[in-house]
């Protein structure tokens, strides 16, 4: 689907076989009967993909930021939380990480103590009540959206769609009461959507379905710490340059790890995924 510069949405087809359009794309193209073809995908500023084994999957293009929006209820998962964070950073799109459902308070406590480290490593953790907001805060929301493209992340349940009806009264997201009562048996989103939360155009939400496996099959183990702010701020000191943060001795991302006489170090969960994620991607075969 193109966008025309007049805000009419028109279906294009690729040139080649395959698709290599994403969401995101700014295209040449040229009109044929009433659908078109794209000629050309301008050069992209960034691009948000994951990597799973060989396919790699792309969520959007030319992203000012990256709402991971989870909740209190479907629980989330760190590693989940932490794979689409690395993905971010590794494509140099700031990320910005929301907990919904605070009106259900002992699992929202929970989950929000389990967010301590990605605060305490400069991240923004929003709050929020999406079911319940109000105009006050429903400006606030809008005011970290406001002039940029922002595509929203994150597991089945979370309140993606919930956001951007809240946003964007009247957008055809569904949530999930919606699709139950119309018994479609459609509870998901299941393609990326581009919406206008404005009507001169210039804010952006992009609706993406929920996820199972976020592969980041595309980055060197080497360089993974460097993605994790709360271990980058550590690796300089180590011993040796190219200190995996694994074994080695002097290394400062280790001795930095939480423990009863270092409470404000790194976590050990987060370490956790890290020394998985470096197994991972170290037992891949590369070419
Ligand atoms: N308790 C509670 N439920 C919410 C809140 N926000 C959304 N929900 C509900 O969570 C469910 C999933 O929301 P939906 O927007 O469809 O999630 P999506 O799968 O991420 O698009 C729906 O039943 C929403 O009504 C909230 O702040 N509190
Ligand atoms: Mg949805
Ligand atoms: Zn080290």
Not at 100 to 126: C, G, H, I, T
Not at 227 to 243: I, T
């Amino acid at each position: 689907m193109v966008e025309k510069s007049d805000g009419d949405r028109l279906i294009c087809h690729s040139r080649g076989k395959k698709s290599l359009g994403v969401v995101g794309d700014r295209v040449l193209w040229q009109a044929t009967g009433d659908e078109g073809t794209i000629e050309k995908i301008e050069a992209r500023r960034n691009l948000f993909f994951r990597q799973d084994d060989m396919r790699t999957k792309s969520f959007a293009s030319n992203l000012d930021q990256i709402l991971i929006l989870i909740a209190a209820e479907p629980a989330f998962s760190s590693s989940q939380l932490s794979r689409a964070l690395i993905a971010a950073e590794a494509a140099g799109i700031t990320p910005v990480i929301a907990l919904n459902k605070s009106d259900l308070a002992q699992p929202f406590s929970q989950a929000w103590d389990w967010l301590e480290p990605y605060r305490r490593m400069n991240y923004q953790v929003l709050r929020l009540t999406l079911r319940l907001t109000g105009e006050a805060e429903r400006s606030a929301l809008l005011n970290i959206f406001d002039g940029k493209t922002t595509l929203v992340l994150g597991p089945s349940g979370s309140g993606k769609s919930t956001l951007i009806n809240l946003l964007k009264p009247g957008a055809l997201a569904q949530t999930g009461e919606i699709s139950q009562a119309l018994n479609s048996g459609k509870h998901t989103t299941t393609r990326t959507t581009w919406y206008w939360v404005d009507d001169q155009h210039t804010t952006a939400l992009i609706d993406s379905p929920g996820f199972q496996e976020f592969g980041l099959n595309h980055i060197e183990p080497a360089k993974l710490a460097r993605y994790m702010p709360d271990l980058q701020s550590h690796a300089s000191d180590c011993k040796f340059y190219n200190c995996s943060h694994l074994h080695e001795p002097g290394c400062s991302v280790i001795s930095a790890l939480e423990s009863s006489p270092n409470p404000g170090g790194i976590s050990i969960n987060r370490y956790k995924i890290y020394s998985e994620l470096h197994a991972e991607l170290s037992g891949l075969s590369r070419y």
